[in-house]
């Protein structure tokens, strides 16, 4: 499989230059136009194309443009369009020279929209049966964050977690965290998530802002359409094609925490029939880091100390504050456990705090005939940042590559790619931090750990002062931190940084911090849209292959092969228009098998009503159904946290107790004859995983409520079956139920569940209950003149708990209440500004790695722009988060501050 895409890539460029041999030279038309307001003003930037072909071209600087049409093509239909306006076709006949000025009508807050997502065919956004978003070029040239993700959050029902400066993660309709599970994103149809990891690292594998077209966020269960994991939505990311956008664009930005920004876009058609094109960008700054010093829960640190203990305890967001439960020997310590202090996040990473992201993304593209076109593109991201999931993670150097061979007509394509990621320098903190206080003290004659020192001169010290001091416990602690306190290493020190160089330079499971999976992901997909005289029809199909390794690292490949794992599905939708096209009916449904799951069939149905025959009232009503399939971690993780063991839940499940009985392990063992009916009270279960389901109806509208004034509104009621959440136990690694005997055991060791065969393990595992959330979004836009458009949204979401597990963690981590009010516009045609301000109810986050409460968070963002039209260039000024208020998005992650930058934007067509 490693050489499928070279060999893929040649076979689909022969196989179409033999279905399409070399033909003669076509006669052609050479036509000149200009594109303008009804003021007479030109409009650079204006898409100019043949309807029903690859031949088109934009609008220069001064709104003209030219284009070179076969004769055979004629006559034809030529479709002229701009963001903000209503598009105009006009016929075209043989003749050649220079057409009279195009002039294009104001479309009333961009109600004229046209979207992929949705349907998999071009629609209005008016239209669509399912709730959809578009972010056309200007609005994403308004984006004023770092990461295209985080700028999703001014979005009505998009809720984004952020964790680092270029890791953020988007969801919809609930359920978010930082790693985006039940959304897909999606650039050009490719799926952007890492193999290795099954999360998308921010916007690291999609495309620079000067190379995107549009960016469309599909809101609900969409496996109908998409498949797996398309649970809650979809993010559609389209490239700019090179045959249309031709030209130089450049983008650099500068400012606070060292940031710099450069993004560049060079497109050059060479004849007409072959194109080239090269995209890039590199960013940097220095990393948000998280700084949560509350106590990690009992649930997550099972014989935790409360915060502020003088014995310490084991905080969120420092590391290497291992314990130690000291027995009888203990004197007055025993069956107390005392933390070391570890390091903060700040402390340990050092001098590693540079988030910084490179890509470079090649293509060649060919027009093999006027309706047919062949792509090949090469994709390679790169970047160090901070990351939070089963732990908190320094992505260093962490790239992927992404290969795609793809031949496309106006009625359908076929397209395959290949993604490849590589975690090179990554390594994990908690894990740097335990294993450097397990590192051997070179000055320790007995050649103990500098962990056992610690302890050691920490119990001496306890016991020695209460010999001398009866029952000052707080003196006793306060001395024995001070004696210990030489044995744990001072930060910044050569002999601290030669430990945590040679930690996160180890990659042995158990010595080492490093992670270095390297993972690929095949993907081969077609569809095909065709009419009949009953409906129109879109039919596709898929197949995946994930090839997972990590060296037992992170997966159960211990064995060294690559684990494998086949996924396949087809689609089939029916689209008919009825009542003189004021009604608009679509089902849909995907039949998906995969190699570890029986097959799941997914349908939709929607409906669209047209109020009036301008199409400008819409309601709208579907019912979804959708899965989740596992995730790759899901199913083969095997990391051991020490405190908690990560397993894949594939096999034959687990039995075991809740981990709530381990604070009362001396009462349930006091008694052998009664031992086990005491434990069979905390008895545990968790079957071998299937995937997870989602129903979903949904009714909305929208239109144009007023002049200028669009509305769109709906609610949706989900309820999830076979919900997968995280289940903590204890339990034999092989997923049998202790014995007495085995509890005792492990119960009398140092560090109780955390060795051996009886543990602390975590799994994913279905409710038997079934999970109902709903909600509903309002959002309006009005615009009352061109230099004044004004947007608000508010996303209500809701769950309902009841019935649920004691303890049964849903990682809903979503907001009740949220919203955004924002403004912008265009002043005297050289001035453009933007600002948002945006507000989140506190809640609860939960991930594999900490669970707390989040406050209320919020960010003020704003930016502006000073066009200089003789220069081909734009001054911009703007930030994020102004006014540096509470913006902690994921429990343990950081506080995403203030970030300002100014620079500007070069545009030559």
């Known amino acids: 499989m490693r050489s499928l895409f070279p060999a893929l890539t040649t076979g689909l460029l022969l196989a179409a230059a033999t279905t399409h041999s070399v033909q003669a030279q076509q006669a052609t038309r050479e036509l000149f136009g200009s594109i303008q307001t009804d003021a007479g003003e030109p409009l650079p930037g204006a898409t100019v194309f043949i309807k029903g072909t690859y031949i088109g071209c934009t609008t220069n600087s001064d709104g003209a443009f030219r284009l070179v049409v076969p004769i055979s093509l004629l006559p034809a239909s030529l479709s002229v ?13 043989n003749t050649s020279g220079t057409l009279a000025p195009i002039i294009l009508q104001p479309s009333p807050a961009l109600v004229n929209e046209v979207v992929v997502s949705a349907s998999r065919v071009e629609e209005n956004i008016l239209r669509t049966g399912v709730t959809v978003d578009k972010l056309n070029t200007q609005q994403l040239s308004r984006l004023t964050m770092p990461d295209l993700i985080t700028g999703l959050a001014r979005q009505k029902g998009v809720d984004v977690t952020t964790s680092g400066m270029f890791m953020a993660s988007a969801s919809t309709r609930g359920f978010g965290g930082a790693t985006s599970e039940r959304l897909v994103q999606l650039v050009d149809y490719m799926d952007t998530q890492s193999p290795s990891l099954n999360i998308n690292a921010g916007n690291a594998l999609g495309l620079p802002e000067v190379d995107m077209a549009s960016v469309e966020v599909l809101h609900g269960p969409s496996s109908a359409l998409y498949g797996a994991n398309a649970f809650n939505g979809v993010v559609l990311t389209n490239s700019k094609d090179p045959f249309q956008y031709e030209g130089l664009s450049v983008r650099l930005r500068g400012g606070n925490r060292d940031y710099l920004d450069g993004q560049l876009r060079y497109a050059l058609r060479l004849g007409r029939k072959v194109a080239f094109k090269i995209s890039g960008s590199y960013a940097r700054a220095n990393d948000w880091i998280a700084s949560n010093n509350d106590a990690l829960s009992q649930l997550y640190a099972p014989g935790n100390n409360a915060a502020g203990s003088g014995l310490g305890y084991d905080a969120v967001n420092r590391y290497g504050d291992v314990g130690n439960t000291f027995n009888a020997t203990g004197g007055a310590l025993a069956g107390k456990t005392v933390f070391m202090p570890g390091w903060s996040e700040r402390e340990l990473i050092g001098g590693d705090n540079r988030a910084q992201l490179y890509r470079v993304i090649p293509s060649v593209h060919w027009l093999i005939s006027d309706k047919l076109k062949a792509a090949v593109e090469f994709k390679r991201a790169e970047g160090t940042t901070a990351y939070q999931f089963t732990n908190r993670y320094r992505f260093k150097n962490f790239a992927t590559n992404q290969w795609r061979a793809e031949l496309k007509s106006d009625n359908g394509f076929l397209r395959a790619y290949q993604t490849q990621d590589f975690g090179n320098d990554s390594y994990d903190l908690p894990f740097t931090g335990a294993f450097m206080q397990s590192l051997k003290d070179p000055n320790s004659a007995a050649g103990l750990t500098y962990a056992q020192q610690y302890f050691q001169a920490y119990a001496v010290a306890y016991n020695t002062y209460l010999a001398l001091n009866p029952g000052n416990t707080a003196g006793a602690e306060q001395a024995a931190r001070t004696k210990a306190a030489p044995y744990q290493l001072a930060p910044g ?15 042995t499971p158990g010595v080492g911090s490093r992670i270095n999976p390297s993972s690929l992901l095949n993907d081969i997909s077609g569809q095909y849209n065709f009419k009949t005289d009953v409906a129109d029809i879109v039919l596709g199909g898929a ?34 228009e009825l009542l003189s096209n004021r009604l608009k009916m679509t089902a849909a449904g995907r039949i998906d098998d995969s190699r570890n799951f029986e097959s799941v069939f997914s349908p939709r149905a929607s409906a669209v009503f047209s109020l009036d025959k301008q199409q400008l009232h819409n309601l709208r009503g579907s019912y979804n159904q959708a899965y989740r399939s596992p995730t790759q971690q899901g199913q083969y993780l095997s990391l051991d946290l020490a405190r908690v063991l990560l397993l894949g839940n594939i096999s034959n499940g687990f039995l075991g107790y809740s981990t709530a009985a381990a604070a009362q392990l001396g009462r349930i063992l006091s008694n052998p004859a009664t031992a ?31 002049p200028n004034l669009v509305l769109d509104v709906n609610y949706y009621n989900s309820r999830y079956n076979d919900f997968i959440g995280q289940v903590r136990l ?38 038997n209950q079934e999970v109902k959330a709903s909600g509903s979004v309002v959002a309006l836009t009005y615009t009352a003149f061109k230099a004044l458009s004004l947007t608000g949204n508010y996303t209500l979401n809701l769950l309902n708990r009841d019935g649920l597990p004691e303890g049964f963690q849903t990682y809903y981590n979503t907001p009740k209440h949220k919203y955004n009010v924002g403004a912008y516009g265009e002043v005297a045609k050289v001035l453009t500004y933007s600002v948002n301000y945006r507000w989140a109810q506190g809640h609860l986050f939960e991930s594999p790695f900490a669970a707390g409460q989040l406050r209320a968070y919020s960010s003020l963002d704003a930016q502006l722009g000073y066009a200089l039209p003789k ?29 300002v930058y100014a620079g500007l934007s070069l545009d030559l067509k």
């Not at 109806?697 to 007023?706: A, D, N, R, T, V």
């Open 543 to 576: 197949y995946r292959q994930y090839r997972l390794g990590s060296n037992g690292q992170l997966f159960s490949d211990r064995d060294g092969k690559r684990i494998l794992n086949d996924e396949y599905g087809a689609y089939l939708q029916l689209t008919k």
């Open 81 to 93: 369009s701009f963001v903000g306006f209503e598009t105009a076709a006009l016929p075209l006949d």
């Open 493 to 507: 020190t050569p002999a601290f940084d030669a430990a945590r160089q040679r930690v996160i330079e180890d990659a």
């Open 676 to 706: 086990q009916t005491n434990l069979d009270a905390y008895a545990v279960k968790a079957d071998r995983l299937k995937p997870e389901r989602v129903a979903t109806w949904e009714i909305g509208y929208k239109g144009l409520l007023l």
């Open 871 to 899: 220069l081909h260039t734009t001054l911009q000024v703007g930030g994020s988060n102004l006014a540096n208020a509470r913006n902690i998005q994921v429990y343990g992650g950081p506080q995403v501050g203030r970030l």
């Open 730 to 767: 204890i339990s034999n690694v092989d997923g049998t139920k202790p014995t007495v005997a085995q509890i005792g055991a492990t119960a009398a060791t140092p560090r109780p569940f955390q060795t051996g065969n009886t543990r602390v393990i975590q799994v994913q595992a279905n409710a």
